[in-house]
């Protein structure tokens, strides 16, 4: 695989597989070569937007093409389980979109299948690995340039305004505030201060289609380091993550997307970070797929399985405490 492009399979023809492609136009050593959708006209047509070879009217005739290297998983979260676990059962490396399932049970279901294959898979959190994020990642908590995390504040707070029959707000296909903004801010908290916080706590209230429309989330490590955390749907707000040390602060704005922050060092003049991205952001989280690949590796050392897991089991915990399931689980 070192000297070749590395062919990628399109599992869905949703927005985000759109964005994921038009990423993926800028890395040299990818290549879309097939998609796969549930029929063969949105296939082809998702196919001809970006000059694909292959185009299938099922997944199971994606994840079966020999020549496909790894997987992109584009669709609802409530299938993102079953997908990953075709594409493992036919030998293929994954990249699967966040959230990575509905609940735990299932992530470890796959991290299970793929270890026990050897095959890569891992959780599509694009903002790890874009260059902002992983400069103040390395400023933050290696050089340790704001002193000791002491309190994280993170808000992923928009208004959707989509019809209720969207994915968004359907049970049925496990939307709600959780899957789709509280991985946002769980999953950027966790990469500073750990997955493994020692006391959680959850609120939410429930909108009129029954899913979570906000959430708070509050979480206290071992250290006492304390993060506040909201997400919300239908509510105006912000996007913004804040970093508190004992000898300085971080500032990241529209920390999803980020490509720019500030940080505020004790008795030191602001450094402000501007690293524009390649093309929309999401070319990062393809580039560490393809370097694990070249590798040799099974999980990415940014974004392990296990890290993923535990945030699942995170958001279980909230689920648990709002006395709220989907329909469909266990």
Partial sequence: MSNKKIKWGILGTGWIADKFCTALTACE???IYAVGSRTQETADQFAKRFSIP???????ALASDPDVDVIYIATPHRLHYE???LCLQHGKAVLNEKAFTVNAKQAREI???AEEKNLFVMEAFWP???PVNREVYRLVNEDHLIGDIKMMKVDFVKVEDWPDEHRIYNINLAGGTMLDLGIYVLSYTARFLGADPSEVHSVASMGHTNVDDQTAILLKY???AIAILAAALRTKGSDDAYIYGSKGYVHIPHFWGADEATIYPEGADPIHLHMPFIKNGYEYEAMEVMECLRAGKTQSDIMPLDETVKLMEIMDSCRYSWNFKYPFED
């Fill in 29 to 31: 050593d990818a290549e």
């Fill in 54 to 60: 292959k185009a299938y009217p099922t997944y199971e």
């Fill in 83 to 85: 997908n990953a676990l």
């Fill in 111 to 113: 991290k299970a299948l």
């Fill in 128 to 130: 790890r690995f874009q």
């Fill in 222 to 224: 071992p250290n006492n």
